[in-house]
């Protein structure tokens, strides 16, 4: 059960009076089932808060959202790992399962799995102060995709890593949402790595934030970041965000 979000006519305010910030405005999207979108733009343009309110963390908007189905299991992924510094790698991702009324040996068995095909079996007893950042992330992985989700949401989760490790958690993204047809969106500041993740780039305008461009990536996969084409694409995705005003970038979005 994969899920399709539907944002509508989405505005989102935050303050009053003269302290209101307008985070985003008029954002009209939808994302069918089992697609991958990246969503790309400068810095306060409203990418968090549009995965906020499809987290349902964020209620406080404008125009209507809808999930569908309601029931569609949910996961989500931030920049920071967000660990329990108690709790061994192990233990974070069972956590999750127990919560959902999992038993605790059952748990530990699908924790252990996940922890495997993100590559750190040999690190599952090992506490978040004794893993590297990366390591880190890799367990944030596991324990987002340890549920099912049919729909995952993703705040920049590799921009604090080193590009080597960024690149390789990518690539463990991509084999792992291969495995089931699952909605992701993906939230970026990097251009390429939108690009050689998605199916779809979405560009958000400078504050407040609305859509200006919406760009398929027909690339077949497997992908290698410096594909030509993907290249092409990312020059295309960046001209919209050096320059948000670009004049076909309705007609582009409307596309």
């Not at 251009?191 to 400078?206: N, P, T």
Request: aromatic share 6%; net charge neutral; with cysteine.
């Amino acid at each position: 059960m994969t899920a399709r979000l539907v944002f509508r006519n989405i505005g989102r305010t935050f303050g009053a009076g003269r302290d209101a910030t307008v985070a985003v405005k008029g954002v009209n999207l939808s994302l069918e089932r089992g697609s991958f979108t990246a969503m790309i733009g400068r810095s306060g343009c409203g990418k968090s808060t549009l995965l906020h309110i499809a987290a349902g963390l964020d209620t406080g908007y404008e125009g209507s959202f809808a999930r569908e189905p309601a029931g569609a299991t949910l996961a989500c992924l931030f920049q920071q790992p967000r660990l329990l510094p108690w709790q061994s790698a192990r233990n974070n991702v069972a956590f999750v399962l127990e919560g959902r009324g999992v038993g605790k040996r059952e748990a530990r068995r699908r924790a252990d799995e996940m922890i495997d095909l993100v590559g750190l079996g040999a690190a599952a007893g090992k506490f978040p102060a004794q893993l590297s950042g990366g390591m880190q992330q890799r367990v944030s992985l596991a324990r987002a995709l340890v549920v099912d989700p049919d729909l995952l949401l993703m705040d920049e989760p590799f921009s604090a890593l080193d590009e080597l490790t960024a690149a390789r958690l990518r690539e463990e993204l991509v084999s792992l949402c291969s495995h089931k047809e699952r909605t992701v969106l993906f939230a970026t500041h990097n251009i390429q790595e939108a690009c050689y993740l998605a199916d779809r780039v979405i560009v958000l305008s400078a504050h407040p934030g609305t859509v200006v461009a919406d760009v398929g990536v027909d690339v077949p996969r497997p992908r290698h970041i410096d594909d030509p084409r993907l290249v092409e694409i990312a020059a295309h995705v960046r001209s919209f965000v050096d320059h948000p005003a670009y004049p076909s970038a309705s007609a582009e979005a409307a596309a």
